[in-house]
C-alpha cells in the first residue's frame, strides 16, 4: 500500500482510532449540551425528559463508544487475529453517529427511526468481533452477552420512552450501569495488577501482586448480584446488603495491587484511582439505603462519572500510546487531565451534601472540571488517534 494511502486509511487503521476520539470529543459535547439543558431547564421538542437523555447518551452513547473501541482493539490481541480496519470502522463509526444525531433530534424524527438509528450500532460490533472470538474458543467469549444484555437494556430505555413507560426505562439505565461496573471488575481485574506489575518490574522493585482466591471467587458474582438488585429491588435492604458486600470485596481485592507505590507513574496510578471509585461508590451506596445520608446521595455519579469514566479515560490514554508505537509514558498535561476529571466526580458525588443551598453550582463546576479534562485528552491524543504509528506498522 502506497504511503498515501496508508496516510487516508490513518483514523479507521485500528478499532481504537475512531471510537477512542469520538468517545473524548463526545465527552465534552454531551457534558457542555447537559449544561446548557440543566441551566436553561428545558429542551424544545424532546423525545424525552432531559435527564433522562443525559443518563442514556452518558451509558449508550460515551461508555458504549469506548466499549467499542476496547473491544475492537482487545480482541486481536486475544486472539491472535488480525486487526479490524477500513470499512467496517467506516460502517461502525457511522452507525454509532446516526444514534447520537437521531437522539439529538428531539422530535424531528418519527421514534421508530430514533430507534433503528440507536439500536444498529451494538450488533454490528457483535457481527464483528463474534468470529473472531468464537474461532479461538477464547475464554472472553462470555463478554458477547454482556454485549448482547446491555444492548437489549438500550432497547428495553427506548420501549420504555415510547410507551410512557418511564420506569421501565430507570429499570433499564440502572442495568445497564450494573454491567458497565461488572466489565470494570473483569477488565480491570486483569489489566490494573498486570500493568502495575509491569511498571514494578521495570523499576527494578518487587513486582509481587497479593490476591485472595475466596476475593477472586466472589468478586464478580457480588456485581452480578449488585446490578440485578439495583434493577428489580433498588432501595431494599438486601441490595444494601450486596453493595456493602461488594465495596469490602473490591477493597480488598485493590489492596493488594501496590497501589501506593505507583505514585510516580501517572499512566499506572491513574488505573488505580479509577479502580479505587467502585468501593468508594458501593459504599456510599449502602450508606444512602441504609439511612439516607444526603452525603451518600450521589452514589451513582461515582460509580459512572468516577469508576466508568476514570477507567475509560485511564484505558484511552494507555492502549492509544501502546497501539501506536509510543512510550508507555503519559504527558504532564494528560496527568493534568485524569486530576481534573477526579476533582469533577469528587465535586459532584460530595458537593451537593457539603452545599446543599449550591447545588446548582456544584453541577456546573463538576461539569465544567469533566469537560476541562477530556478538552486535554484530546488536544493531547487527537494528534495521536489521527497519525500513523511511530514505528511505521500498520494498524
Not at 457542555?32 to 431547564?41: D, E, K, M, P, T
Not at 506489575?197 to 490476591?211: C, E, I, K, S, V
Not at 487531565?337 to 463546576?365: C, D, E, H, K, N
Not at 477530556?374 to 491524543?381: A, E, I, K, Q
Amino acid at each position: 500500500m502506497r504511503r498515501a494511502e496508508r496516510k487516508g486509511l490513518v483514523p479507521f487503521g485500528y478499532g481504537f482510532r475512531p471510537f477512542f476520539l469520538l468517545a473524548g470529543v463526545f465527552a465534552v459535547v454531551s457534558i457542555v449540551g447537559w449544561l446548557w439543558v440543566y441551566g436553561a431547564g428545558t429542551v424544545p421538542d424532546a423525545p424525552m425528559p432531559p435527564p433522562f437523555w443525559h443518563g442514556h447518551e452518558m451509558i449508550f452513547g460515551f461508555i458504549g463508544a469506548a466499549m467499542a473501541g476496547f473491544l475492537l482493539t482487545a480482541v486481536p490481541s486475544w486472539t491472535g487475529n488480525r486487526g479490524f480496519s477500513g470499512a467496517p470502522l467506516v460502517l461502525l463509526t457511522a452507525a454509532w453517529l446516526a444514534g447520537r444525531i437521531a437522539l439529538g433530534l428531539g422530535d424531528a424524527l418519527p421514534f421508530a427511526a430514533v430507534a433503528i438509528a440507536e439500536l444498529v450500532f451494538l450488533p454490528g460490533v457483535m457481527l464483528l468481533v463474534a468470529p473472531s472470538l468464537f474461532r479461538s474458543s477464547n475464554r472472553n467469549t462470555p463478554l458477547l452477552v454482556v454485549l448482547f444484555a446491555f444492548w437489549a437494556l438500550d432497547g428495553l430505555f427506548l420501549y420504555g420512552i415510547a410507551t410512557g413507560k418511564i420506569a421501565l426505562s430507570l429499570v433499564a439505565l440502572r442495568g445497564a450501569l450494573g454491567l458497565v461496573l461488572v466489565l470494570i471488575t473483569v477488565i480491570g481485574g486483569r489489566i490494573v495488577p498486570a500493568f502495575t506489575r509491569n511498571a514494578l518490574a521495570q523499576g527494578g522493585r518487587d513486582a509481587a501482586m497479593r490476591t485472595y482466591r475466596l476475593v477472586e471467587r466472589l468478586v464478580v458474582p457480588a456485581m452480578l448480584a449488585c446490578a440485578v438488585t439495583d434493577m428489580l429491588m433498588p432501595s431494599a435492604t438486601m441490595t444494601a446488603w450486596i453493595a456493602l458486600a461488594a465495596a469490602a470485596l473490591q477493597g480488598v481485592r485493590l489492596s493488594g495491587w501496590q497501589g501506593v507505590r505507583t505514585a510516580s507513574s501517572p499512566i499506572v496510578w491513574v488505573l488505580h484511582l479509577a479502580y479505587l471509585w467502585l468501593p468508594v461508590g458501593l459504599l456510599l451506596k449502602a450508606a444512602f439505603l441504609f439511612g439516607g445520608f444526603a452525603w451518600a446521595a450521589y452514589w451513582q455519579h461515582a460509580l459512572g462519572a468516577g469508576a466508568a469514566g476514570s477507567m475509560i479515560l485511564a484505558v484511552m490514554t494507555r492502549a492509544s500510546l501502546g497501539h501506536t508505537g509510543r512510550p508507555l509514558r503519559v504527558h504532564p498535561v494528560t496527568a493534568a487531565a485524569y486530576l481534573l476529571l477526579t476533582a469533577a466526580v469528587v465535586i459532584r458525588v460530595f458537593g451537593p451534601g457539603l452545599l446543599p443551598a449550591s447545588y446548582t453550582a456544584v453541577v456546573m463546576t463538576a461539569g465544567t472540571a469533566w469537560v476541562a479534562a477530556f478538552l486535554l485528552y484530546l488536544v493531547t491524543y487527537a494528534p495521536i488517534l489521527l497519525a500513523p504509528r511511530v514505528d511505521g506498522k500498520p494498524g
